[in-house]
């Protein structure tokens, strides 16, 4: 049979720190005057699940949307399915006054802040795609995973982020770099496992000092480790 379950909540300032329990007088005091709205629609069997909707949103604050589906549930060789997200901030005051307040004005976070989460499973093998964009740069991450012959991979790409909005007290202002892994394997010691890894700093300003060309090579074959930086 098929099964349908919807969520409809929405939560006033008062009942989400009622919720949270024990909290910080800086959590309380910047929380905003808005209602916390979360929705959710889920249909379909064991053969085939659909998250129709998954939406939460603190208005003025936060939203986050997402859906996908998942075929095969109970089957560990065909299970297959996709997860797709979409979150940002707006104005981030609350999220940032709480950050400054307890790390003593060490972390903060950008005003406008979005994240982009694609992310599947097909064959065996979980893949994901990552875009995090704030006000003058990005990350875009990429990952695959095998756990059966524990094979992954990694490809992340930073360019002109500004790290100075989110470490304020930090020397970096910002970073354009590149690392890329791939490998099988987390036995050290069994002679199939092996990992490459290739990095590079294509721009860091420290202190108003620009930094480039740093790159950094490695390999694990064999039980040899090699790395050489240039």
Do not use: C
Request: hydrophobic share 40%.
């Amino acid at each position: 049979g098929n099964l349908t379950t919807q969520l409809i909540v929405s939560l006033d300032r008062r009942d989400v720190i009622a919720a949270l329990g024990d909290l910080s007088d800086s959590f309380k005091s910047f929380y905003p005057e808005t209602s916390l709205k979360l929705l959710g629609l889920v249909e379909g069997n064991l053969n085939k699940i659909y998250l129709r909707q998954l939406e939460s949103e603190l208005p003025g604050v936060f939203k986050i949307d997402a859906h996908g589906t998942a075929e095969h549930v109970m089957d560990d060789i065909n299970r297959s399915g996709q997860f797709f997200l979409k979150a940002g901030t707006n104005n981030e005051s609350f999220l940032r006054g709480v950050l400054l307040k307890e790390s003593g004005g060490r972390f903060s976070i950008p005003d406008h802040l979005s994240l982009d989460l694609q992310a599947s499973l097909a064959k065996g093998e979980y893949h994901a795609d990552m875009l995090l964009t704030e006000q003058t740069g990005n990350v875009k991450l990429s990952g695959r995973y095998h756990p059966r012959f524990q094979k992954y991979g990694v490809d992340l790409k930073v360019d002109s982020l500004a790290l100075i909005h989110f470490l304020p007290k930090d020397s970096i202002f910002s970073v354009t770099a590149d690392v890329k892994a791939e490998g099988q394997g987390t036995n050290l010691f069994a002679n199939t496992t092996w990992a490459q890894l290739e990095a590079s700093i294509r721009n860091l300003v420290y202190k108003e000092n620009p930094i480039s060309g740093i790159s950094l090579e490695g390999s694990l074959k064999e039980h040899q480790l090699q790395a050489n930086m240039i």
